[in-house]
């Protein structure tokens, strides 16, 4: 069927170009128009591996295309809403203006038994003050939240492991008639997906709009909960990945996202356990997320503790050494440095008198931008270049595979931080340098 993407940044780019992917006629829509010409040329305007590929793909078939003009959209049966919800300067709260102005400049070119799917992460109550303003237009709204891990996105949309579907209800919680429609509709849109078994949950407005900020909040407690356990090991001798590994074998806990380091960042789990707790707040159960504000709490507490071990390493005083921070963006195979750990962890360094030099396999356009203060070297070797320390703090798969005889030639001194916990100790030990980690002896 035609459909409409309306925000084609990180969600929406990829989204449109799975959906054509999957046989539909994509329009993608966003207010920048050097966006839009970059992909519609093609051209991926931020790295996701597998992107410019499903963007050539989609191109080849004819069923992708990209504008600034909101008129485009009208004649799509469902209209994708896929604008970002970042942080509110200086406050927890989600900023909803992207929302807002989506939705208004959408609404003129509306058609009865017309779909509008919110896809962004929103404070819940949200959908259903939208689903009010669509009533004159004869269009009815669903919430249908994105769980894309970033590195993995176009996998995840064409291959997600559960789809949501937040549909209008009665009284008995059972889904309306136009519920019931909008379901048909969407289970045609993403009729591959099923198919191939992805299970599927319906569900209210509200439920559905709290899965994607519960699932992040949950994933957000599981890393400070082995970063918290990564300070008592520091404390008595422990090794907190000897740890994670015992646990981890419980199957009601597991292994996975229990990796001590620098903790989380990017551009959901900070805000959106943020604006979790802002909203909880407004209705009145604070109480009850209390527990998110030491989840934040400890998370931003391993940067500070990743800069105090830098010191200690460095015999007291980082004044006038030269460290290398390997790593820009937050996680590995992304371009993406919103609340990176890496580039606060070497602000912080700079900022203490050290000569910082930062690099990064695809985020260092991003990095200078944003950071200009900062040095920057292309690779891991000319970054490491006469350093007193080496910090491994995005764990990219070259960082992980570094050799450490050979970086040892040309460095100052022998000494790495492993923020992330993924080198062997033993092997750059060996080698003659100084390792540390967080929470390891």
């Not at 191109?59 to 809403?81: E, M, N």
């Not at 136009?178 to 299970?199: F, H, I, K, M, S």
């Not at 994670?244 to 990017?266: K, S, T, V």
Request: net charge negative.
């Amino acid at each position: 069927m035609r459909v409409s993407v309306i925000g084609c940044g990180y969600l929406g780019a990829v989204h449109a170009a799975s959906m054509a992917q999957l046989g539909h006629e994509v329009v993608g829509i966003d207010v920048d128009a050097a966006k839009t010409d970059l992909l519609a040329s093609g051209t991926a305007p931020f790295y996701e591996p597998g992107l410019p590929e499903a963007l050539a793909a989609a191109r080849a078939t004819g069923r992708l295309a990209f504008t600034t003009d909101p008129a485009a959209a009208a004649g799509s049966r469902v209209h994708f809403l896929c604008v970002g919800t970042p942080q509110q300067h200086g406050e927890f709260r989600a900023d909803l203006t992207y929302v807002e102005d989506a939705f208004a400049a959408l609404l003129p070119h509306l058609a009865p038994g017309d779909l509008v799917v919110g896809k962004s992460t929103v404070p819940v109550g949200t959908a259903e003050a939208l689903a009010q303003r669509l009533t004159t237009t004869g269009a009815t709204l669903v919430w249908n939240p994105e769980f894309l891990r970033e590195g993995f996105a176009v996998q995840d949309t064409l291959h997600p492991d559960r789809l949501v579907y937040g549909l209008p209800t009665d009284a008995e919680g059972e889904p309306t008639a136009d519920g019931a429609r909008a379901a048909a509709v969407l289970d045609e849109v993403y009729a591959q997906p099923l198919a191939d078994g992805t299970p599927l949950v319906v569900c209210d407005y509200a439920t559905a709009q709290l899965v994607k900020v519960a699932a992040n909040s949950f994933l957000a407690t599981k890393i400070s909960f082995i970063n918290a356990m990564a300070e008592l090991c520091e404390s008595t001798g422990a090794d907190v990945t000897r740890l994670a590994d015992a646990i981890g074998y419980d199957d009601r806990i597991g292994r996975r996202f229990l990796n001590a380091g620098l903790g989380f960042g990017g551009g959901c789990l900070p805000k959106d356990i943020r604006a979790f707790m802002a909203r909880a707040g407004e209705l009145g159960v604070d109480q009850a997320l209390s527990f998110l504000r030491e989840v934040d709490a400890i998370n931003m507490r391993r940067r500070v503790r990743m800069v105090d071990l830098a010191r200690e390493v460095c015999g007291g005083s980082i004044v006038g050494l030269r460290i290398a921070v390997l790593g820009a963006a937050f996680k590995p195979d992304s371009d993406d440095i919103r609340d990176s750990p890496a580039l606060s962890v070497a602000a912080q360094m700079q900022l203490q008198g050290a000569h910082v030099t930062v690099t990064d396999p695809q985020a260092l356009p991003n990095a200078r931008a944003a950071w200009p203060g900062l040095a920057y070297a292309d690779t891991a070797e000319e970054a490491a270049a006469d350093a007193d320390v080496v910090l491994l703090a995005t764990e990219w798969p070259e960082y992980r595979r570094l050799d450490p005889a050979a970086l040892g030639t040309v460095v100052a001194h022998r000494r790495v931080l492993d923020g992330r916990n993924v080198l062997d100790p033993r092997a750059w030990r060996a080698a003659g340098w100084t390792y540390r980690a967080l929470g390891r002896p």
